[in-house]
């Protein structure tokens, strides 16, 4: 895991600019291999957007390598691929995963973003092995001069580091600083994102989804954009949706994390012809939030 007598090897003191999942990622294994570790975020706060992600045997490889004590991230251990009619909800293909981790080596977990930054966070900043790594919030990058290291932040303070790792997103500002700036347009697709509690499904008469431990399909077939794709998380007990439609349905190409959620009757409104099951799960969804979608 370390590399500490490594030929050449010495210990690098380093800035992670950005405190999300990857930020703590890159954290996590930077104390793992042996260097110092200060995380920079612009923010006061540590909240993450309610989404779900997947992390295939090539993600859950490393949290095994980095000591990740993955139980705390209440995933859910996928067993299916499934696709469904669009109206009818009949299973058109079901992919088993029953032999994925004799073939891969890993598990294929479903997490909440919320759990599995907690996870991560534990991971880069408590026990274990290596020295903790420091959190800094409210430290905005504004400057780096990339020959000597030094950081300039929004707030006045300065900081000077070995190495410097932009781990602040699409909007990176790490990039910007260093005049990368790719290229991007909105995709021809749309997407909002619900939440749905599977014990309010269940009380409202609803099919219990979780029990198949699936990532669920409904549409998207041939050049029709509308789809529908289920990820369960937290154990189970939490129902992730992400919703597609043509983007002249709902253009969101403008809208930020953390505007006010959108309603029910617009998640509902391209989709008057879907599954009544589907359809009464984003009736109780919550957490509705665009998720802007980017080509380059």
Request: proline share 3%; glycine share 12%; aromatic share 10%.
């Amino acid at each position: 895991m370390g590399s500490y007598s490594s030929p050449g090897w010495r210990e690098l003191d380093v800035a992670v600019v950005g405190g999300g999942i990857g930020g703590m990622s890159a954290a996590t294994a930077l104390r793992r291999a042996g260097h110092k570790v200060s995380i920079y975020e612009r923010t006061d706060s540590l909240d993450q957007a309610g989404a779900s992600i997947s992390c295939a045997a090539n993600g859950t490889r490393w949290l095994h390598e980095w000591g990740v004590d993955v139980a705390k991230g209440d995933g859910v251990i996928l067993q299916k691929l499934i696709s469904r009619d669009w109206t009818t909800g009949k299973i058109l293909t079901e992919y088993a995963l029953d032999d994925y981790e004799e073939r891969w080596g890993y598990l294929y977990y479903m997490f909440q973003r919320q759990c599995m930054h907690t996870m991560l966070k534990d991971s880069a900043l408590g026990e274990g092995e290596g020295v903790p790594a420091k959190l800094l919030m409210n430290h905005k990058c504004k400057k780096i001069d990339i020959n000597t290291g030094l950081i300039e932040f929004e707030n006045g303070k300065m900081a000077s580091h070995d190495l410097i790792i932009g781990a602040d997103g699409i909007g990176s500002a790490v990039r910007t600083i260093l005049d990368i700036r790719p290229e991007k347009r909105p995709a021809e697709s749309s997407c909002l994102h619900a939440n749905v509690l599977t014990e309010d499904a269940i009380a409202a008469g609803f099919t219990d989804f979780s029990k198949d431990n699936a990532l669920q399909f409904w549409g998207g077939h041939g050049e029709v954009w509308d789809k529908i794709v289920l990820s369960p998380c937290r154990g189970g007990k939490l129902l992730s949706y992400y919703c597609f439609f043509p983007r002249e349905k709902g253009d969101f190409q403008n809208h930020y994390w953390g505007e006010p959620d959108r309603s029910v009757e617009e998640l509902l409104a391209p989709y008057p012809q879907l599954n009544a099951q589907v359809r009464g799960h984003l009736a109780l969804g919550k957490d509705i939030q665009p998720w802007r979608l980017w080509m380059q």
